[in-house]
Structures are given as C-alpha cells and as structure tokens.
C-alpha cells in the first residue's frame, strides 16, 4: 500500500514539497544560531542592499535539508539504476559547489578557484550520467551535436546559469523567487511526463526555498544563501533546465514542447539577461566582468525608492511575462521565436528601470538623457 503511494506523481509533488519544508524549517534557526555563535557573518560593503552584520551561510541548510529529501523519497520511490546513478551525480556536483561556496563565503576565493571547482562538477554529471543538450533544434539550421560539442556547450550552460544565479542574489527574496518560479515551469512539465527524478528534485527544492524565504525576509533571525546558496541553486537549475531539453526529445514522451530552447530561455529569462547586461557593461568600461558593482537591475530598482520585496515582486513577474510569451509563439519557427524574444526579453526586463516610487506610489518616468 505504502509503495503504491510513492509510485503516484501528485503524491510525490505533495510529500517532496512538504517534507523539505518543514525539515527546513527545523535547520535553518540552527544555522542562524551557529553562525551568531562563531561570528560566520555577512560584513556590509558599498553595494550591499543591507546595513548590519547577517549570517551568510543559508547554502549549508538548503543542501541538507535538499538532501535529506531526496534520499529519503528516492529510497521510497524505488528510482532504477540510471536515476540512482544521476542522483548521486547530482548529489557529488552539489557538494563540491557547497565546499567551494562556504570558502568563498568566508574568505573569497578568486574567480579561477571558482571556475575550477564548477568545470569539475558540472563534468562531473555530463560525462558521469550524459545529461546533455544534444540539439539546437533547428535553430539557425543547426540540429544534432557531435558528441564533443555536446558535451563542452552543456559543461558552458551549467557554468553560465551557476554564476547567472550567483549574480542576482543582490537582495532578499529574489534569488530565491526566481528559483522557486524556474522550478515551479519545470516542475510541472516533469510531472506531467512521469519524470520521477526531475519531480523529486523540483518539488524539494521549491519546500527548501519557501522554507529559506521566511528568514531570508525576516527582520529578526534574518539568513542569506551566500554563494554557497546560489551556486548550489545554479547548478540544480542548470541540471533542470538541460533535463527539461533531454527529456523533450524522448520518443516516449506524452507531454512535448515544440519550441523547448525558447522556453527554457523564457524560464531563466531574468538570470540570463542580467548576468549578460552586467558583464557587457563592465567589460564596456575597461573592468573584469567579474568585479562586483551596483549595476544590477535589482539595485537599480532599490535606488529608485522600491523595498527589496516590492522589487522581487517587479522581477518576478517580468519573468513570468516572458514565460507566458513564450507559451505565446510556440507555434511559430523557432528562429522566428528567438528573434521576438531576444526583443522583447530585455524591453521587458529593463522596464523596472522607468518605475520610481515616491511617497509609497510607484510612479513611471522616462530617463532623461
């Protein structure tokens, strides 16, 4: 009886979402606690959206309250071999990320050390389990990979989106908000398709993230994810994502979408662009595009008068825009859909740059030049 229970997807989705959340919300005052105590705090700097000394290490507790979850359920599921495999994958990927963040979230470590310890995990899952993207689609007319290319993009995705996510956790809430909308897309699709695994690591890792949500936004025991958190979210994204493409392309799958590349693009929308805008702007004025600044959307949002939950808000639902217009297009080519949104994506993300709030209004004005 109890192993019919966990063969049912909505029971999954159910019991994965609410397990991680209270378990959560058992670790993470522990965190907070340990981390007052051996003084592990966030130090304010010039462009930080917070004024006192915060506990940093929130990535410590996503990750055991994530992998409590998924061993717990993947023991009642009974995954096949080739899950189990990609589970431990997944599982080694995170670990080396989570080790690597916790340093940096201590003393900072240089952008090569990070680079390093990212190839090797996402490498790790890639040529580990061949989780890979392994066509455009037809985009530009270009359809399968070669094996070797396939391997390399994939290994520059996991990279891109890991850092993407390490870039937009500027303010409370929004990394976080962001996750929790990439997983709920994909999350659904999986469930919709039977996709045991995927499910299971979707639907944990929204309970972990309401569960950080209510001290990340605290005014009292408040946490942050550090880099430990966000490069831990990138890489699950990242492994989301590539397996929202992979799964896409399966004969046996029911639930297909036609314009996968533009969906995925769509669902990481706010990540992508902002991480992309930053870089080209720092390399722009002669900089590292690895040195940190206040020119983020998010900050410039805060500037104009907005509390951090108003401007989560504001993101939030640009992306969830853009996921709708990509539901939109799908029946048009791909390459046409690429071009549309390559429009719209930054008019759409960039429009939180003409909002100001002043006297609780929020208000639209043109810059002037």
């Known amino acids: 009886m109890l192993s019919d229970l966990f063969q049912n997807i909505y029971f999954i989705v159910f019991f994965s979402l609410v397990f991680s959340l209270l378990v959560s919300l058992r670790i993470y005052p522990v965190i907070i606690y340990l981390a007052h105590k051996k003084k592990l705090m966030d130090e304010p700097v010039h462009r930080s959206g917070h004024v006192e000394k915060t506990p ?52 900072e470590l240089s952008p090569n ?30 359809g399968d990979l070669h094996y070797a290319v396939s391997v390399i993009f994939t290994m520059l995705v996991f990279i891109f989106i890991i850092n993407a996510f390490n870039l937009i956790d500027g303010i409370n809430g929004l990394a976080a908000s962001i996750a929790i909308i990439v997983n709920t897309s994909f999350g659904v699709y999986f469930a919709m398709n039977g996709e045991y695994l995927h ?5 944990s890792l929204i309970g972990v993230l309401i569960g950080f949500l209510r001290y990340n936004l605290s005014r009292v025991r408040k946490m942050f994810m550090g880099d430990s958190g966000s490069m831990f979210l990138g890489f699950l994204l990242a492994y989301q994502a590539i397996g929202f493409l992979s799964v896409n392309q399966l004969p046996q799958t029911e639930f297909s979408v036609s314009n996968a590349p533009i969906m995925v693009l769509a669902i990481l929308a706010y990540p992508i662009l902002d991480a992309l805008r930053v870089c ?30 108003r401007a989560t808000l504001i993101i939030a639902l640009c992306n969830i825009f853009i996921i709708q217009m990509a539901f939109v297009l799908s029946d048009l080519y791909l390459t046409v859909q690429l071009y549309i949104i390559s429009v719209v994506l930054p008019l759409v993300c960039l429009f939180p740059f003409l909002l100001v709030q002043r006297n609780g209004k929020i208000h639209i004005e043109v810059p002037k030049f």
């Open 56 to 107: 940093t290490l929130g990535g410590v507790g996503m990750f055991i309250t994530f992998s409590l979850a998924i061993i717990i359920m993947g023991i009642f599921i009974d995954l096949d071999r080739v899950d189990l495999v990609k589970l431990l994958s997944v599982l080694g990927g995170t670990i080396i990320l989570l080790f690597l963040g916790i340093k940096d979230d201590l003393i």
């Open 280 to 309: 080209i702007l720092r390399m722009a004025k002669g900089h590292s595009p690895f040195k940190a600044d206040r020119n983020h959307i998010h900050h410039k949002l805060l500037d104009s008068g907005f509390s951090h939950v």
């Open 113 to 142: 050390k990070k680079f390093s310890g990212q190839i090797f995990s996402s490498a790790l899952v890639v040529l580990g389990t061949d989780v890979r993207i392994e066509s455009f689609y037809g985009i530009f007319g270009v």
């Open 199 to 203: 499910v299971l690591v979707s639907f």
